[in-house]
Every structure is written in structure tokens, then in C-alpha cells.
């Protein structure tokens, strides 16, 4: 079992930016897949990024790509998503999964272990 803790969300203005944390405890996930998602109100969960065990992999939707950078340190057991030029589209709780191997499709909303979310509001 693994249990995530996102951190790091906030309000930010229009073009700022903010680093997305997210701590596993439970057992080491350092053999596991991890994604980036969110879901503003009124809206289904959608995938943001993803990066694969070893960190030599990231996989990014179209409508973060060249803003936002995944990356993990898996000495610390620690996810990061990197925000940078942020609009106000990208408000939303955001939350951080774990996917142990055999491994699902990049993005799928089926990866077992999920985190509480983090809020992230962007005001224009």
C-alpha cells in the first residue's frame, strides 16, 4: 500500500508559478509509474503528466506541454510537478498518482493510489 501527500498548491496570479510536491509513504514507489492530475469544479478529473519509474520518461497533455516539467527524486520517495506560466484555466485541485507495475496507460484515471488533491487557484 502507498499513501501520497500532495503539497505545495496555493493562489497565484496569471503567469506565475508554482511546484507541485508529492510524498509516498508506505512502501518505496520507486518501482512505480506516477501521474499528475486535476479537476477543476464542475468538471471530470484529467490527466496532466506523467513520469515513468525511473524518471527517464515524461508524458504531458496539450495543454501543459512546454509549461509544466514532472520529475521525481526517488531517494525521497517525491514527485514534483513544476507549473510555470499559469493561466487561470489551470485552477483546480490537483492530485498525484502512483501506479505499480504491470503498468497502465500514461494518463489512465485507473492508477490504484491516489492522494488527497492540493488546490491550485490562478486569478487573472
Known amino acids: 500500500q502507498v499513501h501520497l501527500v500532495e503539497s505545495g498548491g496555493g493562489l497565484v496570479q496569471a503567469g506565475g508559478s508554482l511546484r507541485l510536491s508529492c510524498v509516498a509513504s508506505?512502501?518505496?514507489?520507486?518501482?512505480?509509474?506516477m501521474g499528475w492530475f486535476r479537476q477543476a469544479p464542475g468538471k471530470e478529473r484529467e490527466f496532466v503528466a506523467a513520469?515513468?519509474?525511473?524518471?527517464?520518461?515524461?508524458y504531458y497533455s496539450d495543454s501543459v506541454k512546454g509549461r509544466f516539467t514532472v520529475s521525481r527524486d526517488n531517494a525521497l520517495n517525491t514527485g514534483y510537478l513544476q507549473m510555470n506560466s499559469l493561466k487561470p484555466e489551470d485552477t483546480a485541485v490537483y492530485y498525484c498518482?502512483?501506479?505499480?507495475?504491470?503498468?497502465?496507460?500514461?494518463?489512465?484515471?485507473?492508477?490504484?493510489?491516489w492522494g488527497q488533491g492540493t488546490q491550485v487557484t490562478v486569478s487573472s
Open positions: 498518482a502512483a501506479d505499480p507495475p504491470p503498468f497502465r496507460a500514461w494518463g489512465s484515471l485507473e492508477y490504484p493510489y
Open positions: 508506505g512502501r518505496t514507489f520507486t518501482g512505480y509509474n
Open positions: 513520469i515513468n519509474w525511473s524518471g527517464g520518461s515524461t
